[in-house]
């Protein structure tokens, strides 16, 4: 067994999901119907979505990024229906 | 011979037993498969059941695509096998991308569980091989998830291919088109959100979906 010299470098990641342009969103247009009645005026375009946010290891962003792309595309989202956006930051 | 129809039971399934026991009636062999085994025995076809496939986590489908034995459908598939999703079954072959599009969100963001009134749209499709375009069947439904939705390129295929399999009369969830259920290219990988196990048998109401899943066992 050997010891690596140095430690490997930590992203942290946050995923977010959200539905593609142009589909309909019927959880957001329930969120939006329902603000004026509570007083929040002038509230528009409201789309639900989700986040995810985990830790990856590589040996620098870009591939951090690669794996992370991978991950959207074959498991994390429905490209069919869903947008993503990915942030990386360093794990200082 | 007696035709073997495989049920894949993924943790999280719930519509399994009633899918062999609509089967076993119309003169099949219901049996039941696991989402870990690697191979689908001798069966002749096979029907991914309706429920909520480890857990509907992340998305509907998207964990149960990845189970092993998706791999033996997927290639029994290819191969011509006929292979029928139900409700949360067609969810998964959406996912695994042996049909095209996905279900999203009802439209009216309610869960419904009722009666629904299908049109046979096309009978090239191993589900509706023994029925006639514009035959009107009574099944019910039983989803959040139902909402078809596909790009138009994708619509404008399906309608030259004649793979919109089942409408609804009365679209329920917003499904684009009103599509209730799609196929394959080749017919023979059907999904559709209407439970047809739940209308074989006289005391439920309806027996339509006898129908449907007699196509899987007998061409006639």
């Known amino acids: 067994m050997t010891t690596p010299m140095f430690d490997v470098p930590k992203f942290n990641v946050v995923v977010e999901v959200s539905l593609r342009d142009g589909i309909a969103d019927p959880e957001g247009l329930t969120i939006e ?4 009645a509570l007083g929040f005026d002038g ?10 946010r985990f830790v990856v290891e590589a040996p620098n962003e870009a591939e951090a990024r690669q794996q992370v792309e991978a991950m959207c595309e074959r498991f994390l989202a429905n490209p069919v229906i869903e947008d993503t956006g990915i942030t990386l930051s360093p794990v200082l | 011979m007696t035709a073997k129809v495989g049920v894949v039971v993924f943790p999280g399934s719930n519509c399994e037993q009633d899918v062999v026991e609509a089967v076993d009636r119309i003169g099949g ?4 498969l696991w989402h870990k085994d690697t191979h689908l025995r001798d069966v002749d076809a096979v029907v991914l059941p309706g429920g909520f496939a ?11 695509r990845f189970s092993p034995i998706m791999d033996a459908v997927t290639r029994f598939a290819s191969d011509g096998g006929p292979v029928v999703g139900i ?14 599009g996905a279900l999203y969100k009802n439209q009216g ?11 046979v749209e096309s009978t ?10 514009g035959d009107e069947l ?3 439904i039983n989803h959040f998830e139902g909402n078809y939705i596909c790009s138009e390129e994708t619509l404008a295929a399906l309608r030259d291919n004649a793979q919109i399999v089942l409408t609804y009369r009365d679209n329920p969830n917003g499904a684009t088109a009103d599509i209730a259920g799609i196929c394959n290219e080749n017919g023979n990988v059907v999904g559709l959100m209407p439970h047809p196990e739940r209308a074989a048998h006289p005391l439920l109401g309806s027996t339509d979906g006898a129908l449907l899943l007699k196509g899987l066992i007998s061409d006639d």
Request: overall charge positive; charged content about 15%; glycine content about 10%.
């Open chain 2, 29 to 32: 062999s219901g049996e039941l």
């Open chain 1, 33 to 36: 119907r329902a603000l004026p």
């Open chain 2, 87 to 100: 409700c949360n079954g067609f969810q998964i072959l959406a996912e695994a991308q042996l049909l095209p």
């Open chain 2, 124 to 133: 090239g499709s191993v589900l509706t091989r023994n029925l006639s375009e």
């Open chain 2, 109 to 119: 963001l309610k869960f419904l569980c009722q009666p629904t009134t299908l049109r």
């Open chain 2, 138 to 140: 009574s099944i019910p």
């Open chain 1, 43 to 52: 509230v528009s375009g409201v789309r639900v979505g989700k986040s995810l």
């Open chain 2, 54 to 64: 480890h857990g509907d986590y992340l998305r509907t489908g998207a964990m149960a």
